[in-house]
């Protein structure tokens, strides 16, 4: 082998690398589809739901006509709409302040829309999805600019992968903060009366 | 001049082209692995924690509040004579001390009692209760202090009333996956706590 062969070998392995290096990851290639919920009352739509965030608020306490939910922390309890448009099924959702990633809460199971609705297409529900947070998290920069997101069940958030998100941005310093919330366990919207 | 074979101009390279050579087909064979640096050593030596105490973790914050025996599960309520069990409640307080979103479900790796005849991993055996308000399997979301009731089911007799039931405690350390994108954790024993079991 001359040493203008052993040269091209090397630069083509070098290539090879750099093309790996170059080429995008699997984190990046399966990364879902962002959508902005620009504000409250605005039904925004992926391909699997729309969602309308109707309000926002900070709790000591949570309670359902069932169960009391005290904390160690705080609550946040975010109320919406949600319609499936093209199958039957639920809602998945997910929160994050800055790269600080948080679970909605199961702790009032079937209360949440989250758990206790699974609607059929073009049918609406409202109710709440509920996170616990530490009190600390209300002190963090990113506060301001909160994100909680929400996916069909089946899509990014439920474990699956390239489908829709939407994200609606939050100021958690801004929001009412009350002793106790009572909230709704999910039920079915009449037509006449949806948001957005 | 005659022209040299592969094999002759192999046979004249430095050894030191041949070290080289050797060293980067194990760098790159390493790489894909995860590097050189996949193995941290760590102290055997395990650290007795009292129940004031915590042990800080790369991922959790543990402390071992109490123990004690009991015929009444705090989420189900009082066992059925008929089924010959009885349980082990751990109280314990953890905090996630990560930016992710963790599960109690996970705990069994890092808090286990250890007692003979019986495996505190095996299926069913443990349920995770919130003190709150009995709630099961909760969340653990970053920052978030969570009083928790490890509930083991047992066979009656295996601990006695009065007696010192030991609990390890695990650390874990963070890798990246070898099977998937992310992260995955490696626990690992760092501590014990002995706690005095009554009935209640």
């Known amino acids: ?196 | 001049m005659a022209r040299l074979t592969l094999r002759q101009r192999l046979t004249r390279l430095h050894p030191l082209v041949w070290v080289v050579a050797v060293a980067a087909a194990g760098a790159l064979l390493a790489w894909p692995l995860g590097g050189w640096d996949t193995v941290t050593l760590v102290s055997r030596t395990l650290t007795p924690y009292a129940s004031n105490q915590v042990l800080h973790g790369h991922r959790f914050d543990i402390r071992v509040d109490d123990a004690w025996l009991s015929n009444v599960h705090p989420a189900y309520g009082p066992a059925d004579p008929e089924d010959g069990i009885e349980y082990l409640v751990v109280a314990t307080t953890v905090t996630n001390v990560t930016h992710d979103v963790a599960s109690s479900a996970e705990l069994d790796e890092y808090i286990a009692p250890v007692v003979p005849g019986f495996d505190p991993h095996a299926f069913g055996v443990l349920d995770y209760v919130l003190a709150l308000d009995d709630s099961t399997l909760p969340e653990l979301n970053p920052g978030l202090p969570r009083d928790l009731l490890l509930v083991y089911t047992l066979t009656p007799g295996l601990v006695t009333e009065g007696a010192d039931v030991r609990v390890e405690l695990s650390d874990a350390l963070q890798r990246e996956s070898f099977l998937s994108y992310g992260t995955v954790w490696d626990p690992f024993p760092v501590g014990y706590a002995i706690r005095n079991v009554d009935r209640r």
């Open chain 1, 1 to 196: 082998m001359s040493a203008r062969g052993i040269v091209v070998a090397a630069a083509c392995v070098a290539a090879a690398f750099g093309l790996t290096l170059a080429a995008p990851g699997d984190e990046v290639i399966q990364a879902p589809f962002v959508r902005t919920i620009p504000a409250l009352d605005q039904q925004t739509a992926t391909r699997e739901i729309t969602v309308t965030v109707t309000d926002a608020r900070l709790a000591d306490r949570v309670q359902t006509p069932e169960w009391t939910g005290a904390t160690n922390g705080v609550w946040l309890v975010v109320d919406l709409e949600f319609t499936r448009r093209i199958s039957r099924g639920g809602l998945s959702g997910a929160f994050r302040i800055g790269d600080t990633h948080y679970r909605l809460s199961e702790r009032a199971d079937l209360a949440t829309l989250d758990n206790g609705a699974s609607g059929q297409p073009d049918l609406p529900w409202a109710g709440s999805v509920l996170v616990e947070l530490p009190l600390s998290a209300l002190e963090d920069p990113g506060a301001t600019h909160a994100v909680i997101s929400f996916a069909g069940t089946s899509g990014p958030l439920g474990g699956g992968d390239l489908d829709g998100v939407l994200e609606y941005t939050l100021d958690l310093t801004s929001l009412d903060h009350e002793p106790s919330i009572t909230i709704a366990e999910p039920a079915r919207v009449p037509p006449a009366q949806v948001v957005g």
